[in-house]
């Protein structure tokens, strides 16, 4: 998604080229003349100074579905730029901004800024192909080399081609139609968000005169390949000046962090004993690759490696979907997710074990289609079994749109690590499954009509509220898996087991938490101090928790990002006591993407 997103502020922005060509060769000199009299005539073209341009049309993002965006852009010279774009996804819209004032860049996604080291570098190169819709000029200047290169065809008709190289070194190319000399065609390389290179390519068509100069209203646009974008122009207007506050960049774009107060506790950490297993994203900590799964020992905090990263290559990244365990023998269950491919045809996803060890890792199953979008194969929720050898999880997905929440709801499937079978029940439930300590017992979730979920007591405080408005309720119940039985618990999802069995931690669709009493089903209220995702309950009253920093701690943001989101502040996994300001921070910085499990071996 991230490599299509940098496509469109590319699109709706010029470029931050400069004066910077020398066309020595006499071929190519041919070329960009005739180009320049086609656009409007190389005097009209460099009197171009600031102009504002609009555009709408459709994204294809990850999901392979195509999303409504519009988009504006200011420009003055060729080195200030501001560039907004708004995108509808999953019903939202979200605001994507990227302005470049000389020697300085900004990037911000959503709410939250985007500021990498090189932001200025990789915004001029990927601006780079945008200029070539509305003056090639800068082509006739000093420091970029221009030769023709060939010939090709664009649409079925005859094309020309200048292979133009920058002062850094880099490529592209630019194609103008043989006949009427207009540009058609660019192809060169830009920066996605979390700082790859990709090819893209471009098609310019319907070219349209605005005052006295040709400007192509379609652009079609592909990145390695793959359809990304189409998009209209609806406006353009050539300015005479710019506000100079348009392009202004704030001297400080820091995110504000969430904290908790301490101070923080020095008892819990060393009564749980454990391993809190993570597979890390984009941001990792310094020296582990993704894809890698890392152990951590608790009390004593000893890191090990688990499952080390392949070596990274184009032709098969593997990483890693979602994971579980380790169970009382030391094992752990993942997926293994091969979406980056060659060959997108050949995408697939696995089901393995391995031990804590590193040793014994094992395929239970491979089948075909990526886990990554979520296209029906597999759901993102993994759950070993404590003991017993029993992995659950999801498959054959669909999508059900509720208000304010698009959820997924699948089959449940259970497999046996020892024999490698497995068998769908007749269970069909939304992502959250949790196993109860004797391995026989499931928790999941599935919608019931708002009248069966109803309580005889009504609870006095708002828990569920939200759900009121649905025309079904997500409740919780608890599944015999061998007898195939199975009762209901409460309303609510994302079901926590304590480590006995005894209580369930439920949440609503606001975030609230309740602790449920298995034999009884009655509930109270759950809280802690700084609380955003509770993992395991690996102690009596004690939650292991994914929790904001606590205050005075140094607060991380992530760098690697969607473009829908941004940057967002990296959590902390700390152990807490329920209903009570006790809690004691594991491990600092986590990446709210990463998967994290908790689970105690014999």
């Known amino acids: 998604m991230a490599r299509i997103l940098v496509a469109l502020v590319v699109t709706v922005s010029i470029s931050a080229l400069g004066r910077t060509v020398s066309a020595d060769d006499p071929d190519a000199t041919a070329i960009l003349d005739k180009a320049m009299k086609a656009l409007g005539g190389e005097d009209k073209l460099k009197k171009i100074d600031a102009a504002i341009w609009k555009s709408k049309g459709k994204l294809r993002l ?80 000093q420091r970029l080399k221009v030769r023709a290169d060939g010939e090709e065809k664009v649409g079925g008709r005859p094309a020309v081609v200048l292979k133009v190289t920058c002062p850094d070194g880099k490529d592209f190319t630019i194609s103008f139609d043989k006949e009427s000399g207009l540009p058609v065609k660019a192809v060169g390389k830009i920066f996605t968000l979390d700082g790859q290179q990709v090819t893209q390519e471009t098609t310019y068509s319907d070219y349209k005169d605005f005052e006295g100069i040709k400007v192509a209203i379609r652009l079609e646009s592909k990145i390695d390949g793959k359809p990304s974008r189409k998009s209209d122009l609806t406006e353009f207007k050539l300015l005479d000046k710019v506000d ?28 749980t004993t454990g391993y809190a297993l993570f597979a890390f994203g984009s941001d990792r900590p310094q020296g582990i690759a993704a894809g890698v799964i890392i152990a951590v020992q608790l009390p004593t905090l000893k890191y090990t490696v688990v499952r080390p990263t392949v070596a990274e290559n184009q032709v098969d990244m593997p990483t890693i979907h979602s994971l579980s365990g380790p169970d009382a023998e030391g094992r752990v269950a993942y997926i293994e997710d091969h979406f980056f491919v060659a060959d997108q045809n050949t995408r697939r996803h696995l089901l393995k074990i391995i031990q804590l060890d590193g040793t014994k890792d094992t395929e239970l199953f491979t089948r075909p289609g990526d886990a990554m979008w979520g296209h029906g194969d597999i759901g993102a929720d993994l759950e070993l079994s404590p003991v017993g050898g029993r992995v659950a999880f999801l498959s054959g997905l669909t999508h059900v749109q509720m208000p304010s929440a698009y959820l997924s709801v699948g089959t449940v499937e259970i497999w046996d690590v020892a024999k490698k079978t497995g068998t769908k029940t007749c269970v069909k439930a939304l992502e959250g499954l949790a196993w109860f300590p004797d391995g026989k017992r499931l928790a999941y979730v599935r919608f019931v009509e708002p009248k069966a979920a109803a309580p005889a007591d009504p609870p006095a405080d708002s828990f569920g509220m939200s759900f009121k408005r649905w ?25 926590v087991v304590s480590f006995d069995g005894q209580s369930v931690l439920v949440s609503d669709n606001e975030g609230a938490w309740k602790r449920v009493d298995v034999l009884t089903g009655k509930s109270a209220s759950a809280t802690w101090p700084g609380l955003w995702t509770p993992i395991a309950l690996p102690a009596q009253d004690v939650v292991l928790s994914l929790c904001v920093p606590t205050k005075g701690a140094k607060v991380r943001f992530t760098e690697h990002n969607s473009a829908l989101v941004g940057p967002k502040e990296m959590l902390s996994l700390k152990l807490a006591r329920v209903n009570a300001n006790e809690f004691q921070t594991v491990v600092p910085h986590i990446d709210p993407r990463t998967r994290v499990s908790f689970g105690q071996i014999r």
């Open 62 to 141: 990850g999901d392979n579905t195509e999303h409504d965006f519009t988009g504006q852009t200011i420009m003055q010279g060729l080195d200030r730029v501001r560039s907004e774009a708004e995108i509808e996804f999953l019903g939202q819209k979200h605001k994507m901004l990227a302005v470049l004032n000389g020697d300085k860049a900004l990037q911000v996604f959503g709410h939250m800024p985007l500021q990498p080291d090189d932001a200025v570098a990789r915004l001029k190169s990927s601006l780079y192909l945008a200029i070539i819709p509305v003056t090639i000029t800068p082509l006739t200047e």
């Open 471 to 495: 025309p079904k309720i997500p409740a919780v119940f608890v599944r015999d898996v061998d007898a195939q039985t199975e009762s209901f618990l409460h309303i609510g999802w994302h079901p």
């Open 244 to 271: 100079p506050l348009a392009f202004s960049i704030p001297k400080e774009a820091d995110p504000e962090a969430e904290t908790v107060p301490g101070p923080e506790s020095d008892k819990l950490l060393p009564a």
